[in-house]
């Protein structure tokens, strides 16, 4: 049973356009948030993350918000730019004293039309 | 710097031959992991070693082993290949601090066991 999922396998935006790529996490004790983006024959290079202490965390285009009661996570990307178009994970690791795991999701393919 | 550097790039196996997957970093990472991505599943993970001399389990074992040659260097050995372990592989390394840091990945061996 996974425990991060990702519900949209793709999604298509236009450029200039905001992206927003979701995530849902089962485990409470999920500390520590990750997203990956992932271009074909690379290995998965990361992108931004969060710490449960927050609620939102910017990086220029990339912003991260975490809903702890929801057990929910997005990625927002504005404005969305054909090079962004990639398959993204978000990743979540199970707390301060067990942080060598992390769970992936399953990954959504975005596509940044012209 | 390479960063995490995977061989091959590529390998076709027969079903029950053997192969060892090679993974070294030069980023003087503690941790280092092998994954495997599966059309719909994400990143599962193999196995993982949280510093030199020690491995555990992760999501998937079943068919696998590894080691932790060193600190650099961290192998994934499938003995006997089946066709469900056609997948493209990944290894990663984090460090040193652990928590609140991501995970740099390599850029994958593409294995099919026919």
């Known amino acids: 049973d996974q425990q991060v999922k990702q519900n949209s396998p793709s999604l298509s935006v236009q450029e200039g356009r905001i992206s927003i790529l979701n995530c849902d996490y089962t485990?409470?004790?999920?500390?520590?948030f990750l997203w990956y983006k992932k271009y074909p024959a690379e290995g998965p290079t990361f992108l931004i993350s969060?710490?449960?202490?927050?609620d939102k965390n910017e990086d220029g285009r990339f912003t991260v918000f975490l809903n702890k009661s929801a057990k929910h996570l997005s990625l927002h990307i504005v404005p969305s730019q054909p090079g962004d178009s990639a398959v993204y994970f978000c990743?979540?690791?199970?707390?301060?004293?067990?942080?060598?795991?992390?769970?992936f999701g399953s990954g959504t393919k975005l596509n940044v039309k012209p | 710097n390479a960063g995490v550097t995977q061989t091959p790039k590529f390998q076709v196996l027969k079903t029950g031959q053997s192969m060892t997957l090679q993974c070294a970093q030069d980023?003087?990472?503690?941790?280092m992991y092998w994954y495997r991505q599966d059309p719909g599943m994400g990143l599962r993970l193999i196995y993982y070693?949280?510093?030199?001399?020690?491995?555990d389990k992760g999501e998937v074992p079943n068919g696998y082993n590894v080691s932790r040659l060193n600190k650099r260097e961290f192998s994934l050995r499938l003995e006997s290949a089946a066709p469900s372990q056609t997948s493209v592989y990944f290894c990663?390394?984090?460090?040193?601090?652990?928590?609140?840091?991501?995970?740099?990945f390599g850029q994958g061996t593409r294995l099919t066991v026919v």
């Open positions: 070693s949280a510093s030199e001399g020690t491995t």
């Open positions: 980023m003087n990472h503690n941790s």
């Open positions: 990663a390394s984090r460090g040193p601090q652990g928590w609140g840091t991501e995970a740099f």
């Open positions: 485990n409470s004790m999920f500390d520590y």
């Open positions: 990743a979540a690791q199970p707390g301060r004293y067990n942080f060598n795991k992390f769970y």
């Open positions: 969060i710490s449960s202490i927050k």
